[in-house]
């Protein structure tokens, strides 16, 4: 990869978190290297399923619901917190055919994804990067919007989250203000009301935001 991608891409979280249960780490060793982990980025889509891709999964409540209730959906979570994948894999009641997980920083794998090969893109509670000198980390920028309006099939679906008011206002304007992307909102209140498939009450992330109670949603649609 060109180091000026490498570089703009920078990854500015955390990777490795508390020392896991001997149980986690072997889920870590054996589980997600034979079944999950993806080491090549070639041929990384389903081409006779959809394929949903999940940026920043943290803890994986929403990608473990989603994948266990939806067998026919091909899966792509991103997150290279391994705490987070341990959490993830531990939570599945069995081993699923229909996941794969790439632990590092998702623009990587964005990078390599075909273009319109992907149906719907999850962002929930990205990091709000509040101050305003770190604003250039958030993850919803012109340039990470071109890349996903690339993959993104026509109609495709890019849904977002997050209890941080000024955040949610980013991530709008951004979204709103670029060409490949309509805002699907049905009524006034469309940003208080989860996707109708949501299949959770709150991730472990939204139970203990600090923002406050509301979380924002924002529906987009690649044109
Ligand atoms: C605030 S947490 C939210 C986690 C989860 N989506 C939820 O709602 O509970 C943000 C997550 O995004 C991940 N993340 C941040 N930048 C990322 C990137 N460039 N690629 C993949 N994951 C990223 C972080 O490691 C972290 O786990």
Redesign the pocket.
């Known amino acids: 990869m060109a180091e000026d991608k490498l570089i703009k891409?920078r990854?500015?979280?955390?990777?490795k978190g508390k020392p896991l249960t001997s149980y986690r780490q072997s889920l870590l060793d054996k589980d997600f290297i034979e079944n999950y982990k993806i080491t090549s980025l070639h041929n990384l889509v389903n081409e006779n399923n959809e394929n949903w891709l999940?940026?920043?999964?943290?803890?994986?409540?929403?990608l473990s619901a989603m994948c266990q209730a939806r067998p026919n959906i091909h899966f792509i979570g991103?997150?290279?917190?391994v705490n987070?994948i341990a959490a993830l894999l531990a939570s599945l009641e069995k081993t699923v055919g229909n996941l794969k997980i790439?632990d590092?920083?998702?623009?990587h794998?964005i990078d390599a994804l075909p273009d319109a090969s992907i149906d719907r893109i999850?962002?929930?509670?990205?990091?709000?990067w509040p101050k305003t000198r770190h604003h250039k980390r958030r993850?919803v920028q012109d340039d990470s919007l071109d890349d996903m309006a690339r993959i993104l099939k026509p109609n495709g679906q890019f849904i977002m989250?997050t209890d941080v008011s000024n955040l949610a206002n980013w991530m709008h304007e951004h979204t709103w203000n670029h060409p490949a992307f309509s805002w699907t909102a049905k009524s006034q209140d469309d940003w208080l009301i989860p996707p109708d498939d949501w299949p959770l009450d709150k991730?472990?992330?939204?139970k203990k935001a600090l923002g406050g109670e509301t979380i924002y949603w924002l529906k987009f649609q690649r044109k």
């Open positions: 891409h990854f500015h979280g955390r990777r999940e940026i920043g999964f943290g803890n994986g409540e929403f991103c997150e290279p917190f987070g790439w590092d920083n998702a623009r794998l999850y962002l929930l509670n990205p990091d709000p993850f989250s991730t472990r992330y939204m």
